[in-house]
């Protein structure tokens, strides 16, 4: 197994639109146990390919205390979408910045599991709210594309900042 580096806001690369998964086999189960690794790491809730620069749709999510629920979805598919619940979200690509953002309180979704086998599965919750959050990466998204213009900027011209100082302090050794 091995820890991925994962890409921050505003790297373009993030907006990538992932291709869907053709075939589940080694080399993908593979791919999933680097990005629960990454993502216990980190440390974080729920990480997506596109993250880490694979543009594929799959995502994996733990969302307990004590890494008891691990969870990787394939190709997901949300199917249904009802009630509304605002939460303080971050993002492993987004370090240091958190800010409410709204979405559906609980969703249905189809996806693949890691044996190749279709499923479907119901969320509530802060379940809900991560699988949401990860499919939106999927598609290019990142959650302060849901905050106002001059809030978004704000975080791009700080986090480039930081980037450029941690950048100087890894060469003045
Ligand atoms: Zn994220």
Known sequence: ?????????????????????????????????????????????????????????????????????????????????????????????????????ERAEHIRLRYVDRNGDEAEMEAVGLLAVCIQHEIDHLDGKLFVDYLSEAKRQRIRKRLVKDKRQRTAEAVTL
């Open 1 to 101: 197994m091995a820890k991925l580096r994962i890409l921050e806001f505003p790297d373009p690369r993030l907006r990538t639109k992932a291709a869907r998964v053709e075939s589940v086999d080694d080399t993908l189960n593979a791919l999933i146990d680097d990005l629960f690794e990454t993502m216990y790491e980190a440390p974080g809730i729920g990480l997506a390919a596109t993250q880490v620069d694979v543009h594929k749709r799959l995502l994996v999510t733990d969302v307990s205390a004590d890494k008891s629920e691990p969870l990787a979805l394939i190709n997901p598919v949300i199917l249904e979408k009802d009630g509304v619940t605002v939460t303080e979200e971050g993002c492993l690509s987004v370090p240091g910045y958190y800010e409410e953002v």
